[in-house]
């Protein structure tokens, strides 16, 4: 099985072809304002290293930080309407109300809060009203909007609510783009609803995005199904993806250390991806990435779904180094510009990537141009960018235990040989390509999070681990390589009964469809 | 006594990370309130603080909080219109308004709901609260400890179902009653617990309480904002101790009787190299031990926060691999009476020990530095000898005689937000 991996970050979009557990060839190429161009570029690059014919791949792996930097950056995102099901709960607080005031102002479309809803036990709250919805409907389509958000309290535990409010949406406005909150998150409503209107206001860039994929393979002559890395460092088919762009925010730094850990063998470990602008750490836990439990802030907005426990600090090969002061060390970079701007390259910005040069880590550019910086200055800037690793790969840890520490990404020259707390430091071939490694091995997942409520442990982790397996399958996986990777249950307080929220996650092989 | 101010929307920030650290773990995040009132201060809501012991003898003070489940909470957010709404069905009911409203539980999500109901209501908030911190259960307050009836206790849903319980044998029994009403409600509901006069407000509950949140937010923002060390601060600022500072290694948690138990590993880090720090856990930390050695208790305040932020870590959310430090802050005076101890010390919470407080001899009702904004003067009373108090016997009307005005009339007009 042939597979190609490209991972769209940033500054780079990286490429490679695996047959099997074999590195055939890779790619590192700067990304283009045209997204769709650039993975073209580098999958056309690496074809013809390799001189593989196109119709050989078996599949195409992509992993897009696209969409993430559209909710940042603030553009490419659509007007969206907010349907919450959950009077008279809930009602104090409406949508969009802890949003940046700037990003709330592209996104926030029409609101509606109509009753419904289920109580923590499963009961309604009250009977929902279906005219309400109906109404709501009808205004979203008389405004124009093409995209609606639905949130329905305590939905993580019924998806009721939201199924009723999507089917009189199909029926008001057909062809409407409609993200129910259930699918994406967990319990904890205002930050599920805000990912839930994120996700909806991406979807036309999403769309977009993916079906120019598909076409532009399709011209090259790849027959090859097309997956999506997500954010839990495995894949979902293309049109599954275009329907939730927000399982690809992290893929960049996901892909990387599930790269990390095929390239290395090791599936407990710390890693960290050296790039030009940033630095993220993050953990390996069973070869996959350490999810994040709590609040995560997107573009300024409080999120709670799957995302990679993360940690970024701005120091990459382009952070800039005050000429005047070795330790005071970015966070600014010079970004995609290093090589018109570095010192080394013939520019006059001092960059880590000169400090690593005058220091003899890498051969780049012209040493002669950093030659005449003191052996002091360059001794103390690389003391203190040394530091700064440890004291945040530490940060890390979950627990003393000496643990290995994985460095990837181009910026990998700037790593100490040696760190306090680690076993060791774990360099592995390809490493600079290695976050296209991790989306071109990425597995198919299935997860669960529910309570259940008077089942007990064991039968309640089972129910959990069987629907975590249909869902894997569902997504595309061999059912014949499923291995449970997550466990987690946590018993609640005050709930009747013997309540307990079971998590499972499931993963298995892309099934072989050729 | 300190003169009457009025919260800024920096200060509801403030305060919220204040009360999640007197919350000692338990009590549920304030995020939501504190959200619901920035929201109400939108539109033009301004909430008022009072100084306790600016009340007469005989005004009469409302006292609110939320009951359920944190984890509900996270679904149904707040609902300070119930709370506004408890407090009307309290005064329809005693056919009496009140002068304020003072706060059940200063620690957690429950220190905002006095705040909820002044914005909507204008009553101002007293400042002042019935723990001094966060606890699970009624009997584990102020009023408690001091023998004040447990009732009555007017209890609103969200979708404006309501109770009054009229009486009630004592607060356990309160607590028992009100528990199972809330879970018929959905797991959340909204209280006004029994109102108490003003004399009684002065001498039975823990005073200052809300500006000691709204210190403890003010020094933590500061640290961040001057890059100093949080957790020094507090430490500076409270007299408290640093415990143990380590890495959390692991996590045990079960539900019994609607509570969550359980402990916390701590492996030690820096000067604690080499040692071990184990919490358990009723909603609230409750013991804590270094290398099987008892060190800390409630009624002491036990606040797991974090290293680097200063923000405390709950017992809901604490997870493998935090970095954290323990904290221990002086318990209320109240609270480590001898009475006090038998609602609150170790043995309430079915530990075989006696109380040791981390701060021998120290006096909690020293006056607090002055507050930028609402400071105090001279003249902070000495929290009463509880022990020897003699309860009044009949503190409240109960609904007979010429209290009872026709529930219409009794309630009175008063500036809600527009």
Known sequence: ?514 | MHHPFTLTETDLEDIATGAWILGTGGGGDPYFSMLETKLLYERGARVSVIDPLSLNDDDLVCCVGKMGAPLVTQEKLGDGEAIAETIRRMEAYLGRSFTGVMIWEIGGANGFQAILASAILGLPVVDCDAMGRAFPQADMTTFAICDLPAYPWTMVDIRRNSIIFTEAEDWSWMERMTRRACTVFGSVAATCKAPRTGREVKTCTVLHTLSKALRLGRIVREARRTHQDPVQAILDAEGGVALFRGKVSDVQRRTSEGWLRGTLQIDGLDAHAGHGFQLEFQNEYAIGRQDGVVRVTVPDLICVLDSVSGEAIGTETVRYGQRVTVVGLPAPAILRTPKGLQHVGPRAFGYDLEFRSLFPGEDEGKTPPPLEGGGWGEGCVQPPAVGARTPPANPLPQGEGENLRPIAAAIPNRTTTP
């Open chain 1, 1 to 514: 099985m042939i597979r190609a991996g490209i991972d769209v970050g940033g500054t780079n979009t990286d490429a490679v072809l695996l047959q099997g557990s074999t590195v055939l060839t890779a790619a590192k190429q700067p990304t283009t304002a045209d997204v769709t161009r650039g993975v073209i570029d580098s999958l056309r690059l690496v074809l013809q290293q390799s001189a593989i014919a196109p119709a050989a791949i078996d599949a195409v792996m992509i992993g897009t930080t696209h969409f993430v930097n559209a909710v940042v950056q603030r553009r490419d995102l659509a007007p969206v309407a907010a349907l919450r099901v959950n009077l008279p709960a809930a009602a104090r607080i409406p949508p969009f109300s802890d949003w940046p005031p700037d990003l709330r102002a592209i996104v926030r479309g029409p609101v509606f809060m109509v009753r419904g809803g289920h109580e923590v036990d499963g009961r309604p709250i009250m009977p929902i009203d279906t005219a309400a919805i109906r109404d709501a409907a009808r205004s979203i389509r008389a405004a124009g909007i093409e995209s609606v958000g639905v949130t329905a309290v305590f939905s993580p535990l019924t998806s009721q609510a939201e199924d009723t409010a999507a089917a009189i949406l199909r029926e008001e406005c057909p062809g409407i783009a409609i993200t129910l909150s259930h699918d994406l998150g967990r319990i904890g409503l205002l930050a599920r609803e805000n990912v839930t209107l994120l996700n909806a206001s991406l979807i036309k860039l999403a769309r977009g995005t993916i079906a120019a994929f598909e076409q532009a393979l399709q011209a090259m002559g790849i027959q090859a199904p097309l997956y999506i890395t997500q954010n839990d460092g495995t894949v979902v088919r293309a049109a599954s993806a275009a329907a939730f762009p927000v399982h690809c925010f992290a893929s960049g730094p996901t892909n990387s250390l599930r790269g990390a850990a095929f390239l290395s063998g090791l599936t407990e470990a710390v890693v960290i991806d050296i790039g030009g602008t940033t630095s993220d750490f993050g953990a390996l836990v069973h070869g996959f990435p350490r999810p994040a439990n709590n609040v995560v802030e997107i573009g300024g907005v409080r999120t709670l779904f799957r995302m990679p426990d993360l940690l970024s600090i701005g120091l990459g090969g382009g952070t800039l180094v005050d000429p005047a002061d070795p330790e005071s060390i970015g966070p600014r970079s010079v970004g995609f510009r290093l090589t018109e701007q570095a010192r080394v390259f013939g520019g006059e910005t001092l960059t880590c990537t000169d400090i690593g040069v005058a220091a003899g880590l890498i051969r780049l550019g012209d040493p002669q141009r950093v030659a005449g910086l003191p052996a002091d200055f360059v001794r103390r800037a690389l003391a203190r960018i040394h530091t700064m690793i440890e004291e945040n790969a530490d940060r890390m840890k979950t627990s003393t235990a000496p643990l290995p520490l994985i460095a990837v990404g181009g910026g990998g020259f700037l790593m100490p040989e040696q760190i306090a707390g680690f076993s060791g430091v774990v360099r592995v071939p390809h490493q600079e390509v290695a976050n296209a490694v991790g989306a071109a091995i990425a597995q198919v997942s299935g997860e669960v999070d529910r309570v259940f409520t008077g089942l007990g442990r064991p039968a309640a982790i089972a129910e959990a681990t069987r629907v975590a397996r249909e869902r894997a399958v569902g997504n595309g996986a061999d059912p014949a390589t499923l291995e449970v990777v997550e466990i987690e249950d946590l018993p609640l307080a005050y709930l009747p009964g013997d309540s307990l929220r079971v998590r499972v996650r499931v993963v298995g092989d892309v099934r072989h469809t050729v």
